[in-house]
């Protein structure tokens, strides 16, 4: 592999505070350099010019599909996906059929991924044997076999105490545990409670089961000692919670999925089954609040919940599979939130690169030579539109479909390999 050097780009790098037009030199897959005006005759020259240069985007909540569902994805095409989205690494829920809750099914997944060589894949595994709720899995060996996390994700985990027990583990394994907040006893319609619901008639999922399982999770987190991470969150009491409990010292981390931080529930109007994810779309002042969050540091990451489904399984609302793709979305959202002067472009990048490798203990997301070299380059006001011709997964399923977005990946590069160009 050549040398190769990114040229007259702005470098943006969170984990080192630099903001700066700067040139970034690569050896052997790992970052070498960061000077002004590096000349090196034999390498291989990026020109990055009025383009940002940022470390690669880490997903800790994507749904690849592999095995059992290769119809709606599989990890190459989610993989392809990912990289157009600037993402290097990512980590895969375990409802697949069969779910990660045995060894070789971890096993399986990271070869395949490996063998696909585009973007790194950690796969998350299951808390509860076949996600059923009743028996913990064999957190060790799912440990052991490259698993980075545990979620019955696509489930709640309803009962406390595996979830008590999940979280003593957790804390003995340095491992987080994970959890789509919901009680599935109140979340059993397909979208939020409110005007709209009233509207449409539609079945509905409140927010105060997603609130429930969320308070329950921070105070056995309190308690225990352990880590949990809030996955998707999107309410405003739920804000509220996670800060209330972090101020108390419990170890807590939370996500927020950049299709809560731009549409709300108004959305299922106009693009009906395409606008049905778990947990759903909110109201006005819950997406305000979200927003709020992610500046003043209450919500630590920006996750996908990339769930890609069938056509045929997004017909009507009521009966619809929940879940939007989106990890060719999660760019121009967060930069449509920087335009507005919401959240700073630093803040954005840290909440898709440094913070999400610090929750799952991994050493990426940062610029620092010695990195390995991880990179996204960018095109923060080129227009495009998601459609037939530059979506890369196997789904379609997005409210986002064939609208025009602002910031493009121009570049991502995987361990000093170009594993993405735009052409
Ligand atoms: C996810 C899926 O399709 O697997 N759907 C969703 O609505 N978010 C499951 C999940 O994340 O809970
Ligand atoms: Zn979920
Ligand atoms: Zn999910």
Known sequence: MPKLIIKGGRVLDPSQGIDEEIDLCIDK????????????????????????????????????????????????????????????TLVCMPN??????KPWVARYIESRACSVGLCKVLPAGTITEG????????????????????????????????????LELSAQMEVPIMNHCEDDRLAVGSINEGEVSSLLGLSTRPPEAEDLLNARDCILAYYTGGHVHIQHLTT???????????????????????????????????????????????????????????????IDCVATDHAPHHPSEKGLVDRAMPGMIGLQTALPILLELVREGRISLMRALELLTLK???????????????????????????????????NLSKSRNTPLWGRELVGRVIYTIKDGRIVYKLH
Request: aromatic letters at 4%; a negative charge; glycine letters at 8%.
């Open 236 to 298: 405003e009491l739920g804000v509220e919670i996670v800060r209330e409990f972090k101020a108390k010292g419990a170890k807590i981390t939370c996500e927020v999925n950049p299709n809560h931080l731009l549409l709300t529930e108004e959305e299922v109007i106009g693009a009906g089954a395409n606008a049905r994810v778990n947990p759903p779309l909110r109201r006005k002042r819950d997406r305000e609040k979200l927003i709020e969050a992610l500046a003043d540091g209450t």
């Open 96 to 101: 697949t059929e069969p779910p990660i809750d």
């Open 131 to 166: 996600r059923k709720g009743k028996k913990l899995a064999d957190l060790w060996a799912l440990k052991e076999a490259g698993c980075v996390a545990f979620t019955d994700d696509g489930s709640p985990l309803m009962d406390s105490s595996l979830m008590k027990k999940a």
């Open 356 to 390: 999400p490798a610090q929750i799952i203990g991994i050493d990426r997301g940062s610029l620092k030579p010695g990195s390995a070299a991880d990179i996204t380059i960018f095109d923060a006001d080129r227009r495009w539109t998601l459609n037939e011709e530059t």
């Open 29 to 88: 897959g790992v970052i070498k350099r960061l000077e002004k005006d590096i000349l090196e005759p034999e390498a291989e020259i990026i020109d990055a010019q009025g383009l940002i240069v940022a470390p690669g985007f880490i997903d800790i909540h994507a749904h690849l599909r592999e095995p059992g569902q290769e119809y709606k994805e599989d990890i190459e095409s989610g993989c392809r996906s990912a990289v157009a989205g600037g993402y290097t």
